[in-house]
């Protein structure tokens, strides 16, 4: 576990619960955390102020999407995220979210939360030469 993901996990502890409204998560049982969290910064406002956050099977800690974001609900149909409700995680690394978008729109989406690509390509490769290697002999 990188000692970044461990630093979230430190501060999810029950021994010191985020401030009301600030951070909500939710934990898988394969060891994903996923949590909604209020963001500060340069060129942050009410506008972009809120990210959906989630660690992949490595425990990288990655943006799944963020306030203000342009987000494709459906082919070719894009929308503006407005606001970010954080559903449950299983343990197919899946996310459950939802997006509210302008006009009062919004829907409940699934985030796949990504392998890093050097890893699956390496067991692409892997898989490939080891087919290959069956029909060879």
Not at 72 to 99: H, K, M, P, Y
């Amino acid at each position: 576990m990188s000692q970044q993901i461990a630093v979230v996990l430190w501060m999810l502890s029950p021994l010191n619960p985020p401030a009301q409204g600030s951070v909500r998560y939710t934990l898988s049982e394969s060891g994903m955390v996923a949590f909604v969290s209020a963001l500060t910064g340069p060129d942050v406002n009410e506008s972009n102020n809120y990210g959906l956050w989630a660690t992949d099977p490595t425990g990288e800690l990655r943006l799944i999407l963020r306030e203000g974001d342009p987000f494709e609900v459906a082919s070719g149909d894009w929308r503006t995220v407005g606001a970010i409700g954080l559903g449950e995680a299983n343990e197919r690394w899946q996310l459950t979210f939802l997006a509210g978008f302008g006009a009062g729109s919004q829907g409940i989406f699934i985030a796949q939360v990504p392998e890093p690509v050097p890893g699956a390509l390496l067991a692409l490769v892997a898989l490939r030469a080891l087919l290959h290697r069956r029909r060879s002999a």
